[in-house]
């Protein structure tokens, strides 16, 4: 039984926010000016994190067909079983990247970053004005191969994780985990179960 409102309608009229006009919410990021809360990319601590494919078995042994190779390093660079640290609060630039062939939708726990491009151009509208924390890279269209975004870990200090969110690759080890800590803490690990 639908009634008439007889409230005051707060509701946002969706055209006000067609690109170009009021944004809901204002983001820290300059595209033109290359900065981030004023912090310049170029200065920026910069990962970058390819997820591949291979047959065989990982540099600890372990068998899978997948994995992540971070700054170029060997596979499984930073696997779970090794802590890497990311500085709480500074500005890092991640350049996520797949070799093609299979789509990887790579999430990222308990923090949102900003794309700033993809297959190094403008991001299209609908990824420019939001903040994320899944960054799907892979060959089908509104996609690309590569996606660089802008990330800081602003509120958790410990463990964050990072993965493919396909669950076969997920469940083959294509994951792997950071630690935000501040400069100067004592980092203690966490013992494996």
């Not at 958790?156 to 985990?177: K, S, W």
Request: one cysteine or more.
């Amino acid at each position: 039984r639908v009634q008439a409102y007889t409230g005051t309608d707060v509701s946002m009229n969706p055209a006000d926010y067609e690109p170009g006009k009021l944004k809901m919410i204002p983001l820290s990021i300059d595209r033109a000016a290359k900065t981030v809360n004023g912090v310049p990319l170029a200065t920026a601590r910069h990962h970058t994190f390819e997820f591949k494919h291979s047959g065989g078995t990982d540099n600890l042994g372990h068998e899978g067909p997948w994995f992540i190779r971070v700054d170029g390093g060997e596979r499984n660079a930073w696997v779970p079983e090794r802590i890497s640290t990311i500085v709480h609060g500074d500005l890092e630039v991640w350049n996520i990247k797949t070799g093609g062939g299979w789509t990887h939708p790579v999430h990222i726990h308990f923090e949102e970053g900003m794309i700033l491009t993809r297959d190094g151009k403008a991001p299209p509208e609908w990824e420019k004005w939001a903040r994320k924390d899944m960054y799907r890279v892979g060959p089908e269209n509104d996609s690309g191969l590569e996606v660089e975004i802008a990330f800081r870990s602003r509120d958790f200090l410990g463990a964050y994780v990072q993965h493919c969110h396909n669950t076969m690759h997920e469940d083959h080890a294509m994951l792997l985990r950071l630690d935000a800590r501040r400069l100067g803490a004592v980092l203690m690990p966490t013992p494996m179960p």
